[in-house]
């Protein structure tokens, strides 16, 4: 099981910035991607910032160049920075990991989820 505790968010103007905390607690060691995802009012979840198993980055499209996701493997903590804002990055933002264990032999990947955290971009 693992917990994953968002922090941060709340309300910016276009052109300013902001910045998400997202704690883990749990069985950490079988954790291999960590990072955000976002879903704007009457859209899909989409990826914005996650490192993958092999510790690489990967950013969602239009978020490339203004956003940077860092982490603290010690604290268990994933970091969104999130720069230039556009109101169309209002959405909620919420933490995701994947965890990976094997039952019967085979492999599954098990995805958790924060409650989300909204983040609002006024124009």
């Known amino acids: 099981q693992v917990d994953l505790v968002e922090s941060g968010g709340g309300l910016a103007q276009a052109g300013g910035s902001l910045n998400l905390t997202c704690t883990a607690s749990?069985?950490?060691?079988?954790?291999?991607?960590m990072g955000w995802y976002r879903q704007a009012p009457g859209k899909g979840r989409e990826l914005v910032a996650h490192?993958?198993?092999?510790?690489?980055?990967n950013y969602g499209d239009s978020v490339k160049g203004r956003f940077a996701i860092s982490r603290d493997s010690a604290k268990a903590s994933v970091y969104l920075e999130m720069n230039n804002l556009k109101p169309e990055d209002t959405a909620v933002y919420y933490c995701h990991a994947a965890r990976l264990v094997v039952l019967r032999g085979h492999d599954n990947v098990i995805h958790y989820w924060g409650e989300g955290t909204l983040v609002t971009v006024s124009s």
């Open positions: 749990g069985s950490l060691d079988t954790i291999k991607t």
């Open positions: 490192f993958t198993s092999s510790g690489s980055t």
